[in-house]
């Protein structure tokens, strides 16, 4: 137990760490290649925050526990617009700042929806399906595709004047590797407690993973809140959802291994993801209204937004 709390803890602050160190050298990299200021938001952080979902996703794959791994991914789109996004809500609130969204956020809520449909009617049919997987990430490329035909028109603001890193690249993949072994450290910390109290890979899945793994947006979102960069928040927990949901959902079926779904159940998940769908629409809705009229954040939305994922636990456990 004491092997199993200590490797999670290493790895939940090997994770903080170089989430965060993979994120920053992400932009920084794509800016030396050119890309534009939206597709970096949309794209390189958002896959920047969801790359410790897919690589936990990846080793308890390789451990054939389906139900960990579907966990893994409602857990942590749930806690990042229930946690993560309430967090945010609540600081602004108690400053007693006025939040503000661009009209062009609006394309990528409607895609946020659509996407969390998608995943919905995916993993009711049968998330561990190659098919399924073909499916997520054909449309994983095309959401990309089009968040790079809206970039490319943004003006060439990628920081040339900026003096960059040195060793960028080199800096990119050490940073990916800290974060291969911070996420083998959670999983493996994660089936230690599974053994040890015989507890359901969905409980485990929903919350020693999915917090585990989301810590990075909640730290992030806590800093760019107080100083006041919301938006950045607010667009990376649109394209991190999308992710997680479109490509680490897909990482199972590839596998093609029938034991994936050994235990998996649909009635077991159904109230889950209705909660994910229902605070999904409720976070898409309010930005879109924001998007429409600047207003005073809401301490009551963010307090439902964070009581949401505590109500959550108890259909997950």
């Known amino acids: ?64 526990k389906g139900s960990m791994v579907i966990g893994n991914v409602i857990g942590s789109n749930v806690a990042n617009l229930s946690l993560v996004f309430g967090s945010m809500l609540l600081i602004i609130s108690l400053k007693k700042l006025r939040i503000k969204q661009e009209v062009a956020i609006q394309k990528n809520l409607l895609i946020l929806l659509i996407s969390s449909f998608l995943i919905w009617l ?39 004047n900026i003096d960059l890193p040195k060793y960028v690249s080199l800096k990119l993949v050490l940073s990916l590797m800290f974060l291969v072994f911070a996420a083998w450290l959670i ?56 992710f997680n949901g479109l490509c680490v959902l897909a990482i199972p079926g590839l596998f093609m291994n029938p034991n994936m779904s050994s235990g998996w159940s649909y009635s077991e998940w159904s109230p889950l993801l209705f909660i994910l769908f229902i605070i999904t629409f409720i976070f898409s809705y309010y930005i879109f209204s924001v998007s429409k009229k600047e207003r005073n954040a809401s301490i009551l939305l963010s307090l439902l937004f964070l009581s949401s994922y505590f109500v959550s636990l108890y259909f997950a456990y």
């Open 122 to 160: 995916i993993i009711g049919i049968d998330p561990f399906n190659i098919f399924s997987s073909l499916i997520l990430l054909t449309s994983l490329i095309l959401v990309i595709s089009f968040w790079y035909k809206n970039g490319v028109s943004d003006e060439n603001e990628n920081g040339n």
């Open 1 to 64: 137990m004491i092997i199993a709390l200590l490797a999670i803890t290493s790895g939940i602050a090997l994770i903080w760490v170089s989430a965060e160190k993979l994120e920053n050298y992400s932009v920084y990299a794509a800016r030396e290649f050119g890309f534009s200021p939206f597709f970096i938001g949309s794209t390189v952080i958002a896959f920047g925050t969801s790359a410790p979902e897919m690589l936990t996703t990846f080793f308890v794959s390789l451990e054939n």
């Open 187 to 242: 999983t493996f910390g994660a089936n230690q407690i599974l053994d040890e109290f015989s507890l359901g890979e969905l409980f485990i899945g929903y919350t020693v993973l999915a917090i585990g793994t989301s810590l990075p947006e909640i730290a992030a979102s806590v800093s760019l809140a107080l100083r006041g960069r919301y938006e950045t928040v607010t667009g990376t927990l649109i394209g991190s959802n999308i």
